[in-house]
């Protein structure tokens, strides 16, 4: 079933697959790493002027990883704001999606935990390093492949 913002990328001629609603009601669509980053600039232009969260999930072990990003349009004396989920697979061998630092700052810290965390390399994010685990650390912990490192020994609670 394809909702508002399906028909409208469609009339436009924007490259996307609908996945459907949430449990909410709100649409999801399904974004190409390239064409990622202009598909967020038309989405700000549209109106989409609040990135209320990103995060990344790794969808299955050896598979694909996804970068989510739930977009509101923020607009005076409206009740209940639109919102959309964008949801960006990359392959896991070089798992590369644009930045969209530059269109919502917001995503800044977000893009930087999901880079951290799962692995995802945000092009063109200006301060793309690690924010949870040291620079040393190895691996992406979120993964579901993910081989813990014998760094800290077992410590008994008391």
């Not at 960006?88 to 999606?97: C, E, H, L």
Request: with cysteine; proline share 6%.
């Amino acid at each position: 079933m394809q909702g508002r913002l399906s028909a409208w990328l469609v009339k436009h001629g924007l490259v996307h697959r609908s996945l459907g609603f949430d449990y909410q009601g709100i649409e999801t669509l399904q974004i190409k790493p390239e064409d990622w980053h202009s598909v967020a600039v038309i989405l700000y232009v549209y109106g989409y002027n609040y990135l209320r969260s990103q995060c990344a999930y790794d969808v299955a072990p050896g598979g694909l990883l996804a970068s989510v990003y739930h977009l509101t349009r923020i607009e005076y004396g409206v009740d209940q704001p639109e919102e959309v989920c964008i949801k960006v697979f990359a392959p896991r061998r070089n798992p590369k999606i644009p930045s969209v630092f530059w269109v919502w700052k917001s995503a800044d810290f977000q893009e930087r935990e999901s880079y951290d965390m799962v692995g995802i390399f945000y092009d063109n994010h200006p301060r793309l390093k690690r924010i949870l685990m040291p620079e040393s650390w190895i691996g992406w912990p979120l993964r579901k492949d993910y081989i813990a490192p014998n760094f800290y020994e077992i410590q008994e609670a008391h």
